[in-house]
Protein backbone atom coordinates (compact mmCIF):
# COMPACT_ATOMS: atom_id res chain seq x y z
CA UNK A 1 0.00 0.00 0.00
CA UNK A 2 1.15 3.42 -0.72
CA UNK A 3 2.80 4.94 2.58
CA UNK A 4 4.44 8.67 2.74
CA UNK A 5 6.21 9.52 6.18
CA UNK A 6 7.21 12.74 6.75
CA UNK A 7 9.75 13.64 8.94
CA UNK A 8 12.74 16.61 9.93
CA UNK A 9 9.70 18.93 11.49
CA UNK A 10 10.30 21.13 14.68
CA UNK A 11 10.63 24.32 16.27
CA UNK A 12 13.46 26.80 14.74
CA UNK A 13 13.76 30.53 15.43
CA UNK A 14 12.57 33.36 12.80
CA UNK A 15 15.27 33.15 9.90
CA UNK A 16 16.41 29.68 10.43
CA UNK A 17 16.03 26.29 8.36
CA UNK A 18 15.09 23.55 8.35
CA UNK A 19 14.80 20.22 5.83
CA UNK A 20 11.65 18.06 5.88
CA UNK A 21 12.11 14.74 4.38
CA UNK A 22 9.05 12.53 3.19
CA UNK A 23 9.76 8.77 2.75
CA UNK A 24 7.57 7.00 -0.20
CA UNK A 25 6.47 3.51 -0.63
CA UNK A 26 3.87 1.31 -2.20
CA UNK A 27 4.04 3.05 -5.63
CA UNK A 28 6.84 3.69 -8.16
CA UNK A 29 8.02 6.69 -6.87
CA UNK A 30 9.92 8.32 -10.11
CA UNK A 31 6.62 7.87 -12.00
CA UNK A 32 4.71 10.58 -9.91
CA UNK A 33 5.02 14.08 -9.15
CA UNK A 34 4.79 14.59 -6.12
CA UNK A 35 3.92 18.15 -3.72
CA UNK A 36 4.14 19.13 -0.08
CA UNK A 37 1.24 21.31 1.16
CA UNK A 38 0.98 22.98 4.69
CA UNK A 39 -1.86 23.63 7.00
CA UNK A 40 -2.18 26.40 9.97
CA UNK A 41 -4.33 26.67 12.64
CA UNK A 42 -8.00 27.80 11.73
CA UNK A 43 -6.78 27.99 7.88
CA UNK A 44 -6.98 25.86 4.54
CA UNK A 45 -4.78 23.21 3.29
CA UNK A 46 -2.31 25.15 1.03
CA UNK A 47 0.12 23.86 -2.11
CA UNK A 48 3.42 24.86 -0.99
CA UNK A 49 5.96 23.44 -3.84
CA UNK A 50 5.69 20.82 -6.26
CA UNK A 51 7.91 18.64 -8.32
CA UNK A 52 7.63 16.74 -11.54
CA UNK A 53 8.50 12.90 -11.54
CA UNK A 54 11.98 13.48 -12.80
CA UNK A 55 12.62 16.92 -10.60
CA UNK A 56 12.98 18.74 -14.12
CA UNK A 57 10.15 21.45 -13.14
CA UNK A 58 9.30 22.86 -10.08
CA UNK A 59 6.43 25.64 -8.77
CA UNK A 60 5.80 27.23 -5.23
CA UNK A 61 3.53 29.32 -4.06
CA UNK A 62 4.00 32.89 -4.03
CA UNK A 63 4.51 33.04 -0.21
CA UNK A 64 7.80 30.50 0.03
CA UNK A 65 9.45 31.53 -3.62
CA UNK A 66 13.44 32.07 -3.12
CA UNK A 67 13.31 31.02 0.69
CA UNK A 68 12.36 27.39 0.26
CA UNK A 69 13.22 24.41 -2.79
CA UNK A 70 11.42 21.52 -3.29
CA UNK A 71 13.96 18.24 -4.40
CA UNK A 72 13.70 14.46 -4.86
CA UNK A 73 15.88 11.56 -4.59
CA UNK A 74 14.31 9.28 -6.65
CA UNK A 75 17.35 6.43 -5.82
CA UNK A 76 15.90 6.99 -2.52
CA UNK A 77 12.56 7.29 -2.85
CA UNK A 78 12.77 10.40 -1.25
CA UNK A 79 11.44 14.07 -1.26
CA UNK A 80 12.48 16.64 0.10
CA UNK A 81 11.86 20.57 1.32
CA UNK A 82 14.44 22.79 2.18
CA UNK A 83 13.29 25.90 4.19
CA UNK A 84 15.38 29.07 4.20
CA UNK A 85 14.64 32.13 6.02
CA UNK A 86 11.68 30.81 8.45
CA UNK A 87 9.07 33.03 9.12
CA UNK A 88 6.51 33.18 12.17
CA UNK A 89 4.09 32.61 9.47
CA UNK A 90 5.21 29.35 8.14
CA UNK A 91 4.44 27.75 11.32
CA UNK A 92 2.47 24.68 10.20
CA UNK A 93 1.63 21.06 9.82
CA UNK A 94 3.51 20.04 6.98
CA UNK A 95 2.04 17.20 4.44
CA UNK A 96 3.91 15.32 1.83
CA UNK A 97 1.25 14.40 -1.15
CA UNK A 98 0.82 11.85 -4.34
CA UNK A 99 -1.72 11.97 -6.70
CA UNK A 100 -1.61 8.44 -8.44
CA UNK A 101 -4.72 9.46 -10.85
CA UNK A 102 -5.47 12.97 -10.67
CA UNK A 103 -9.07 14.22 -9.45
CA UNK A 104 -9.54 10.76 -8.21
CA UNK A 105 -9.89 11.57 -4.34
CA UNK A 106 -9.09 7.70 -3.52
CA UNK A 107 -5.78 7.74 -5.56
CA UNK A 108 -4.44 10.45 -3.42
CA UNK A 109 -2.35 9.95 -0.98
CA UNK A 110 -1.60 12.17 2.40
CA UNK A 111 1.25 11.65 5.11
CA UNK A 112 0.90 12.30 8.36
CA UNK A 113 2.22 15.27 8.21
CA UNK A 114 5.03 17.18 10.67
CA UNK A 115 5.01 20.34 12.56
CA UNK A 116 7.03 22.82 12.15
CA UNK A 117 7.08 25.93 14.59
CA UNK A 118 8.97 29.07 14.15
CA UNK A 119 9.22 31.33 16.75
CA UNK A 120 11.55 32.86 19.03
Known amino acids: QVQLVESGGGLVQPGGSLRLSCAAS????????MSWYRQAPGKERELVAAITSAGGSTNYADSVKGRFTISRDNAKNTVYLQMNSLKPEDTAVYYC?????????????WGQGTQVTVSS
Open 26 to 33: GFTFSSYA
Open 97 to 109: NVELIPKLPEYDY
